[in-house]
């Protein structure tokens, strides 16, 4: 039985629905702080800085694994540094602890490319680059999967965790990122209203569309564990582009559309992230490889937004 935190946000509820289609409904606990309505399956309310609550759901229904994927984002974590570093925290150590104590066979914990800083080369960003982030999002990544490490050396848990890049997909909405523009943008552009873009036209970031997020996922938690040979997390790439490479990538399909640049905080949050990811090392332990370059990334979300939008206006 799996329990997923966080199953309401932008990656957790396509995941969830993902995990549910391949383990059975009654095989996925999903929780998050707070219950949508929308859900299917099994819902419970967590909040996961709450340990008795977490400890109480996973004896109430025999929990063998957990995704922890309840956490603040980098632009909103910013609001209020102290606590979001206690929540991000706070909630991993519940996690790992409640799995080490009731011997949960598999933790899978989201990193994100936020772990670099200016210690780490910008292009191709080796897996094991020095790591000094700027923002309280990025510092309690680096601190998380440390201690997932920690937790796999010392108790031998069975800690799995990527370094996700900023995630695009029609099915759900982000929430507090500094990556959230490139969701946005094909909104705006479906609905054939002017963009505003809160970072510069040249900021190239590493992005992945939602597809190959949720298949690499799965393939590193199904991975046998002797092919884990990373314990605190794996660098992963999908593609790497700019507000202008995909505003021009859009304009092919959608010639009207348009955007205005006016950076704001979050960019200073983005000029200390890397440009592109080496993801070398995933693809040779497990395997890894993904699917969606920006072409194809844009004729998906377009045609997928356009539907959305024309069956619900
Ligand atoms: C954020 N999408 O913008 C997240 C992320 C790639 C960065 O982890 O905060």
């Excluded at 992005?207 to 298949?215: E, K, L, N």
Aim: contains cysteine.
């Amino acid at each position: 039985k799996i329990l997923i935190t966080g199953a309401n946000g932008q990656l957790g509820s396509v995941l969830t629905a993902t995990l549910q289609d391949r383990y059975g409904l009654e095989n996925v606990v999903v929780s998050d702080i707070r219950n949508s309505g929308n859900n299917r399956g099994i819902f419970e309310v967590i909040d996961a800085t709450d340990y008795e609550r977490v400890q109480s759901v996973v004896t109430q229904y025999n929990i063998t694994q957990i995704y922890h994927l309840a956490a603040i984002l980098s632009a909103k974590g910013e609001e209020n540094p102290l606590q979001t570093w206690d929540i991000n925290t706070k909630a991993l150590l519940n996690v790992l602890e409640i799995a080490r104590l009731n011997a949960i066979e598999k933790v899978f914990y989201p990193s994100s490319i936020a772990v670099f800083g200016e210690g780490a080369p910008k292009n191709n960003t080796p897996n094991d680059a020095y790591l000094n982030p700027t923002t309280v999002y990025g510092i309690s990544k680096v601190d998380g999967e440390n201690w997932a490490q920690y937790y796999f050396l010392k108790y031998g848990l069975d800690v799995r965790s990527i370094r996700y890049p900023g995630v695009i997909g029609h099915q759900s909405l982000p929430g507090g990122g500094t990556t959230d523009y490139a969701v946005d943008i094909f909104h705006k552009a479906v609905l054939n209203e002017k963009f505003n873009c809160f970072l510069s036209e040249d900021t190239a970031l590493p992005m992945i569309y939602m597809d190959d997020v949720i298949r690499s996922t799965i393939e590193l938690m199904e991975a046998p564990s002797e092919k884990i040979k990373v314990r605190t997390s794996y660098n992963l790439a999908g593609v790497s582009f700019s507000p202008k490479d995909v505003a021009l990538e859009i304009a092919k399909i959608l010639p009207n559309f348009s955007i205005d640049y006016k950076p704001d905080f979050r960019q200073d949050i983005a000029n200390h992230w890397p440009k592109s990811i080496d993801d070398s090392q995933a693809k040779t332990d497990w395997g890894w490889q993904p699917k969606y370059n920006l072409e194809a990334i844009t004729k998906t979300m377009i045609n997928a937004l356009t539907e959305h939008y024309t069956v619900t206006i």
